[in-house]
Protein backbone atom coordinates (compact mmCIF):
# COMPACT_ATOMS: atom_id res chain seq x y z
CA UNK A 1 0.00 0.00 0.00
CA UNK A 2 1.48 3.36 -0.82
CA UNK A 3 1.18 6.60 1.01
CA UNK A 4 -1.22 7.92 -1.73
CA UNK A 5 -4.08 4.89 -1.23
CA UNK A 6 -6.83 5.41 0.57
CA UNK A 7 -9.07 3.38 3.22
CA UNK A 8 -11.98 2.94 0.43
CA UNK A 9 -9.49 1.81 -2.29
CA UNK A 10 -7.89 -1.15 0.27
CA UNK A 11 -11.31 -1.85 1.69
CA UNK A 12 -10.31 -0.99 4.83
CA UNK A 13 -11.46 2.15 7.28
CA UNK A 14 -12.63 3.12 10.38
CA UNK A 15 -16.27 1.75 11.86
CA UNK A 16 -18.78 4.22 11.66
CA UNK A 17 -22.06 4.46 13.88
CA UNK A 18 -24.03 7.25 12.21
CA UNK A 19 -26.65 8.79 14.90
CA UNK A 20 -29.99 9.46 13.82
CA UNK A 21 -29.30 13.45 14.34
CA UNK A 22 -26.36 12.82 11.65
CA UNK A 23 -28.78 11.56 8.86
CA UNK A 24 -28.85 13.58 5.45
CA UNK A 25 -31.55 14.58 3.57
CA UNK A 26 -32.11 13.20 0.47
CA UNK A 27 -34.57 13.77 -2.69
CA UNK A 28 -37.58 11.80 -2.31
CA UNK A 29 -40.74 11.08 -3.91
CA UNK A 30 -43.90 13.49 -3.09
CA UNK A 31 -44.54 13.29 0.49
CA UNK A 32 -41.97 10.88 1.21
CA UNK A 33 -39.56 11.82 4.17
CA UNK A 34 -36.09 10.36 3.00
CA UNK A 35 -32.62 10.10 4.95
CA UNK A 36 -29.59 8.62 4.18
CA UNK A 37 -27.94 6.75 6.93
CA UNK A 38 -25.07 5.36 5.11
CA UNK A 39 -23.94 7.11 2.34
CA UNK A 40 -21.27 9.04 0.46
CA UNK A 41 -22.06 12.48 2.11
CA UNK A 42 -22.08 10.50 5.99
CA UNK A 43 -19.22 7.86 6.31
CA UNK A 44 -17.95 7.94 2.22
CA UNK A 45 -19.79 4.62 1.16
CA UNK A 46 -18.87 4.05 -2.44
CA UNK A 47 -20.95 1.37 -3.26
CA UNK A 48 -23.93 1.49 -1.52
CA UNK A 49 -26.48 3.59 0.14
CA UNK A 50 -28.58 3.02 3.29
CA UNK A 51 -31.30 5.00 4.59
CA UNK A 52 -34.66 5.87 6.61
CA UNK A 53 -37.65 6.40 4.59
CA UNK A 54 -41.27 7.56 6.16
CA UNK A 55 -44.26 7.91 4.92
CA UNK A 56 -47.16 9.75 6.70
CA UNK A 57 -50.60 8.41 7.77
CA UNK A 58 -52.93 7.96 4.46
CA UNK A 59 -50.07 9.23 2.07
CA UNK A 60 -48.65 8.24 -1.17
CA UNK A 61 -45.60 8.52 -2.95
CA UNK A 62 -45.40 10.17 -6.07
CA UNK A 63 -44.97 7.70 -8.91
CA UNK A 64 -41.28 7.30 -9.32
CA UNK A 65 -38.75 5.06 -10.24
CA UNK A 66 -35.13 4.47 -9.72
CA UNK A 67 -33.21 3.95 -12.54
CA UNK A 68 -30.12 1.90 -12.72
CA UNK A 69 -30.62 1.33 -9.00
CA UNK A 70 -32.12 -1.58 -7.35
CA UNK A 71 -33.53 -1.33 -3.74
CA UNK A 72 -34.26 -3.44 -1.18
CA UNK A 73 -36.49 -2.26 1.61
CA UNK A 74 -37.39 -3.47 5.52
CA UNK A 75 -40.93 -2.28 6.70
CA UNK A 76 -40.02 -1.15 10.56
CA UNK A 77 -43.76 -0.53 11.20
CA UNK A 78 -46.70 0.09 9.44
CA UNK A 79 -48.87 -1.12 6.62
CA UNK A 80 -47.81 -0.15 2.77
CA UNK A 81 -49.12 -1.13 -0.40
CA UNK A 82 -46.37 -1.10 -3.20
CA UNK A 83 -48.30 -0.45 -6.68
CA UNK A 84 -46.50 -1.32 -9.80
CA UNK A 85 -46.54 -1.99 -13.59
CA UNK A 86 -47.29 0.23 -16.61
CA UNK A 87 -50.80 1.04 -15.28
CA UNK A 88 -49.96 0.59 -11.88
CA UNK A 89 -52.31 -2.56 -11.50
CA UNK A 90 -50.24 -4.69 -9.81
CA UNK A 91 -50.56 -3.79 -5.64
CA UNK A 92 -48.75 -5.79 -3.43
CA UNK A 93 -48.90 -5.19 0.61
CA UNK A 94 -46.17 -5.27 2.97
CA UNK A 95 -46.43 -5.06 6.89
CA UNK A 96 -43.85 -4.92 9.40
CA UNK A 97 -41.10 -7.77 9.10
CA UNK A 98 -41.59 -7.92 5.32
CA UNK A 99 -38.84 -7.57 2.31
CA UNK A 100 -38.85 -5.48 -0.03
CA UNK A 101 -37.22 -5.78 -3.68
CA UNK A 102 -37.79 -3.33 -6.74
CA UNK A 103 -35.58 -4.22 -9.73
CA UNK A 104 -34.30 -1.23 -11.49
CA UNK A 105 -36.57 0.89 -13.76
CA UNK A 106 -39.57 -0.64 -12.06
CA UNK A 107 -42.46 2.15 -11.50
CA UNK A 108 -43.86 1.97 -8.54
CA UNK A 109 -45.93 3.97 -5.70
CA UNK A 110 -45.83 3.83 -2.16
CA UNK A 111 -48.87 4.47 -0.06
CA UNK A 112 -49.54 4.33 3.24
CA UNK A 113 -52.64 2.19 4.20
CA UNK A 114 -53.25 3.39 7.68
CA UNK A 115 -54.88 6.78 8.73
CA UNK A 116 -53.49 6.90 12.31
CA UNK A 117 -49.71 5.67 11.55
CA UNK A 118 -46.37 6.10 9.90
CA UNK A 119 -44.77 3.35 7.77
CA UNK A 120 -41.27 3.60 8.78
CA UNK A 121 -39.12 1.53 6.38
CA UNK A 122 -35.08 0.82 5.93
CA UNK A 123 -33.87 1.00 2.34
CA UNK A 124 -30.82 -0.04 0.62
CA UNK A 125 -29.96 1.06 -3.11
CA UNK A 126 -27.28 -0.42 -5.39
CA UNK A 127 -25.73 3.36 -6.06
CA UNK A 128 -24.88 6.12 -4.30
CA UNK A 129 -27.05 8.54 -6.91
CA UNK A 130 -29.88 9.58 -5.53
CA UNK A 131 -31.88 8.22 -8.46
CA UNK A 132 -35.13 9.27 -7.76
CA UNK A 133 -37.18 10.44 -11.24
CA UNK A 134 -40.81 11.37 -10.64
CA UNK A 135 -43.05 9.99 -13.73
CA UNK A 136 -46.67 11.29 -14.57
CA UNK A 137 -49.14 9.07 -12.72
CA UNK A 138 -51.24 6.88 -15.54
CA UNK A 139 -54.24 8.09 -16.49
CA UNK A 140 -57.12 7.41 -14.27
CA UNK A 141 -55.33 6.20 -11.47
CA UNK A 142 -56.58 5.85 -7.62
CA UNK A 143 -54.60 4.58 -4.96
CA UNK A 144 -55.99 1.40 -4.39
CA UNK A 145 -57.53 1.39 -0.47
CA UNK A 146 -59.37 -1.61 -0.59
Known sequence: MTS???????GSGTLRVVHSAERC???ASGAMLRQGGIAQETVGAQKIWLGYVELGPGL?????HHGEAESGI???????RFCSGDRL???????????VWVPPHLVHVEMNM?????????VARSTQAALTFNVPTPE???PPRA
Open 74 to 80: YIISGHA
Open 140 to 142: GWQ
Open 60 to 64: VSAVH
Open 25 to 27: PEA
Open 114 to 122: SDTEPVRMV
Open 89 to 99: DQPQDAQAGDF
Open 4 to 10: TTTAAET
